[in-house]
């Protein structure tokens, strides 16, 4: 088939007139277009017409509803494609709550009061290094500029949250599927972004930082 | 889609991917295939085919990521990817069924689309129509307005010219445009 099927100007028009309305119209023909809608009444008719085919293939796509898991499933058949990834580390609290029932009452009071201890002398070293600590309302969270960040086996979790106070950061939620964790970055220009992100993705603990948000500079 | 201001783009990431970065296709995945995998149910018409293709593709894309060139869109690039594999599954599945001598059509008994369309108000019937359109009509319609894509990008999607992407619009609008004259929908075209 080719454009030599149109049987006359009107029709070849109709033709582009899709992509007049999805923006991907350029150069001559999208010109040609625009005139014929400036000067042609039956051509604003059309445009309306075209716009219900949009509304109409639109609702269509939207109404199918991937299934909620894909994301993890990918992620399991991704390891089954490229080797097993090493499960992230146990989190402090996790390590402690399999530590817990296994010990006798005693020693599991004394374990309890060695974690506080080692909590609130790292809440002390983090506030007496002077690093000023980034925090946002709950309201700018949504639009905090962030990243994805997944950290090494290895790294223990005073080292995860000693590589990320230094720099000002906070774990806003994960792990999503995979290990990847969201990460506010407290940064006011893209600039501050870039340096905080490089400077994060030479620390020992983590194994890649994926850009997400920036901030936009006005 | 390549990410909104200040974001990742597309061909970004699948340069990490390139890399073996998982964590840089998963971000893919999430921001592709919901797209991918609804062009994939349209094209097949079945959930659970949707559902392997989709999750094919983006495993496509992590064999393949080392290759991609950026000429194209990395969202056109997924597309074409969906839709060869989807062709060859349906390909499969109808050899399947003449094998299993299930060949035969069954028999429609619902409403024809201009019978539903009298029941219906004009936007109803339009995207009853746009459901009813023929498989090489609907894929430009659904590509075009869903998914945004250019004359020339449809063209590499589905590998046709450019001027055969214009005459199957063309023709699909033109038989939208006459089921809804059929039904007493008043339009100026065709």
Redesign the interface.
Known sequence: MSEKAFSNRRDRLEALLPFFLNGTLSGAELREVEEWLASDPDAMASLAEAEGEYSAATASNEAIRPPADALARFSQALEREAGRERAPAPSLRERLVRLLPSMPVQAAWVAAGLALAILVGQTVWINMSGTEQFSVAGADREKAPFAFVTFKDEASMAAVSAALAERGLEIDSGPLPGGLYRVLVPATSVAQYDEIVAGLERAGVVETVVTGRKPTDD | MSG?????SDA??VA?VGR????????L??RH??RV??FV??QTGS?TM??DI??EV??EV??QAPRFEGRSQVSTWLLGIARFKALSALRKRSEDALEDGQAEALADTADTPEVMAMKDD??AA??R???ALSDEHREV??L???H????T?IGEILAV?V??V?????YA??K??EALKASGYD????
């Not at chain 2, 339009?187 to 065709?190: A, F, N, S």
């Open positions: 909104g201001a200040g974001e990742t970004e990431l990490r073996g970065d998982r964590a840089a296709l998963r971000l995945f999430m295939h919901t995998y609804r149910m349209r959930e949707a559902d989709a999750n983006f495993l992590w064999r004009k936007a339009l995207r129509f746009v459901d319609v659904d075009a307005y869903y945004g894509k250019s004359v990008e010219p001027a055969t214009k005459t199957r619009m063309f609008r033109k939208l445009g339009r100026g075209w065709p």
